[in-house]
């Protein structure tokens, strides 16, 4: 095998010889020849001296510009390479009791950088987030075939990180053919997905955990879950015995299909409000309306350093009008996906939010995703959920 080498520059290879899986753009050496290799080819990373890193995706134009796959410099990246990682990544779900219904894949905590695999069922869904993984696309699509034998494959190349990668974005079927309806189980209960419409590649699965632990709280109480889109908080509170559940979203399909899968689990047709989430919340308020059970998980509110501010702002609010809908003794579930804000950050705007609306409470569950969204240990960053669960007084 040859590969372009891409040199880093000198005394700057401590943070990637030291576990760190990236190599910044300012870190190497930005020749004529590393700028003109094509963006995603396989290159054999070096020290400024030739000591050999390993063999990385390199992309020589966004921050982030190679992306190390193997520390072994001969590795042969091919659909065999990958079907081992999935093997393995589906080994540890298995271990941490997920079924058919999980991440098989999350990025760089998995060995494939910028690589994202959804299971449903008998339907895989996958995001290639960066040129390298776009370039070994077909090789993707042979590995999840030999692993996991699906129904489908579906691509869903529409993240906006692919425009940071110079990458156009698209949506296809890649392999196999998509059934007429695709459903998935958690915490007991049925739900319906749209893997080629649906928000990200169809449902989040990172909110598993938290969504257990809110339903937990539910029994016999009046639940109000805002930003529903597919109703995992809700249903589940339902399923758990909750008296009554009210749903907010602004998105007509999104209530529409909570109505069906609370019929199809034989659930109460929850209250259904579509508008914006804070808006509603508000008008809630001044109705005069309390829960027992409160849950607000936000889109992210800050998808750039430059909306932190006003994200901030955001979730303050949020954390305000959710202190002010529960029910003195009852919970609130407040969640931020926002990766930029940091973990303190979205604790002091709760903290605020609370005291502004003259409430005061307890902490019961400081929480991040579910287990099949490992975190990179040299990636903290990538640790972008955030969910507290209170009692409210």
Request: hydrophobic share 45%.
């Given at each position: 095998m040859t590969r372009p080498v891409i040199r880093l520059q000198p005394d700057r290879h401590r943070r990637i010889l030291g576990g760190h899986p990236?190599?910044?753009?300012?870190?190497?050496?930005?020749?004529?020849a590393a700028k003109a290799v094509p963006p995603g080819s396989l290159v054999q990373l070096e020290t400024a001296q030739g000591e050999a890193v390993g063999v990385a995706l390199f992309n020589p134009h966004p921050l982030v510009s190679a992306r190390l796959l193997s520390r072994a410099v001969d590795a042969e990246i091919d659909a065999a390479w990958i079907a081992d990682r999935l093997t393995r990544?589906?080994?540890?779900?298995?271990?941490?009791?997920?079924?058919?219904?999980?991440?098989?894949?999350?990025?760089?905590?998995?060995?494939?950088?910028?690589l994202v695999v959804d299971r449903y069922g008998s339907v895989v869904v996958a995001q290639l987030n960066t040129a390298g993984m776009d370039l070994?696309?077909?090789?993707?699509?042979?590995?999840?075939?030999?692993?996991?034998?699906?129904?489908?494959?579906?691509?869903?190349?529409?993240?906006?990180?692919?425009?940071?990668?110079?990458?156009?974005?698209?949506?296809?079927?890649?392999?196999?053919?998509?059934?007429?309806?695709v459903w998935i189980e958690e915490n007991g209960v049925r739900f319906p997905v749209d893997p080629v419409d649906g928000q990200k590649t169809g449902w989040f699965y990172d909110q598993r955990d938290n969504r257990a632990a809110a339903a937990a709280m539910a029994g016999g109480g009046r639940v109000l879950d805002v930003f529903a889109y597919g109703g995992g908080f809700g249903l589940a509170a339902l399923k758990a015995g909750a008296?009554?559940?009210?749903?907010?979203?602004?998105?007509?399909?999104?209530?529409?299909?909570?109505?069906?899968?609370?019929?199809?689990?034989?659930?109460?047709?929850?209250?259904?409000?579509?508008?914006?989430?804070?808006?509603?919340?508000?008008?809630?308020?001044k109705a005069g309306e309390r829960f027992d059970l409160v849950i607000a998980d936000p889109p992210a509110f800050a998808k750039s350093r430059k909306d932190v501010p006003v994200g901030l702002k955001a979730y303050r609010r949020m954390s305000r009008l959710g202190a002010l809908l529960?029910?003195?003794?009852?919970?609130?579930?407040?969640?931020?996906?926002?990766?930029?804000?940091?973990?303190?950050?979205?604790?002091?705007?709760?903290?605020?939010?609370?005291?502004?609306?003259?409430?005061?409470?307890?902490?019961?569950?400081?929480?991040?995703?579910?287990?099949?969204?490992?975190?990179?240990?040299?990636?903290?960053?990538?640790?972008?959920?955030?969910?507290?669960?209170?009692?409210?007084?």
């Amino acid at each position: 095998m040859t590969r372009p080498v891409i040199r880093l520059q000198p005394d700057r290879h401590r943070r990637i010889l030291g576990g760190h899986p990236w190599a910044y753009s300012n870190e190497i050496a930005m020749t004529p020849a590393a700028k003109a290799v094509p963006p995603g080819s396989l290159v054999q990373l070096e020290t400024a001296q030739g000591e050999a890193v390993g063999v990385a995706l390199f992309n020589p134009h966004p921050l982030v510009s190679a992306r190390l796959l193997s520390r072994a410099v001969d590795a042969e990246i091919d659909a065999a390479w990958i079907a081992d990682r999935l093997t393995r990544a589906l080994a540890l779900r298995q271990r941490l009791g997920l079924g058919a219904f999980c991440r098989l894949i999350h990025a760089e905590a998995d060995g494939l950088p910028g690589l994202v695999v959804d299971r449903y069922g008998s339907v895989v869904v996958a995001q290639l987030n960066t040129a390298g993984m776009d370039l070994l696309a077909d090789a993707i699509v042979t590995a999840i075939q030999q692993v996991l034998a699906p129904e489908a494959i579906v691509l869903r190349n529409d993240s906006s990180a692919r425009l940071t990668e110079g990458l156009s974005q698209s949506v296809r079927v890649a392999a196999g053919t998509l059934p007429d309806a695709v459903w998935i189980e958690e915490n007991g209960v049925r739900f319906p997905v749209d893997p080629v419409d649906g928000q990200k590649t169809g449902w989040f699965y990172d909110q598993r955990d938290n969504r257990a632990a809110a339903a937990a709280m539910a029994g016999g109480g009046r639940v109000l879950d805002v930003f529903a889109y597919g109703g995992g908080f809700g249903l589940a509170a339902l399923k758990a015995g909750a008296a009554a559940l009210t749903v907010i979203d602004r998105s007509r399909p999104a209530l529409e299909r909570i109505a069906t899968a609370a019929a199809a689990n034989d659930l109460p047709t929850p209250t259904a409000l579509e508008g914006d989430g804070l808006d509603t919340m508000d008008a809630l308020v001044k109705a005069g309306e309390r829960f027992d059970l409160v849950i607000a998980d936000p889109p992210a509110f800050a998808k750039s350093r430059k909306d932190v501010p006003v994200g901030l702002k955001a979730y303050r609010r949020m954390s305000r009008l959710g202190a002010l809908l529960t029910a003195p003794g009852g919970f609130l579930l407040l969640a931020s996906c926002s990766h930029n804000v940091e973990p303190e950050q979205f604790a002091t705007e709760v903290r605020t939010g609370l005291a502004r609306a003259g409430r005061s409470g307890r902490i019961l569950r400081s929480a991040g995703a579910a287990s099949d969204h490992p975190v990179h240990p040299f990636l903290p960053e990538s640790a972008y959920l955030k969910a507290l669960l209170l009692q409210i007084d």
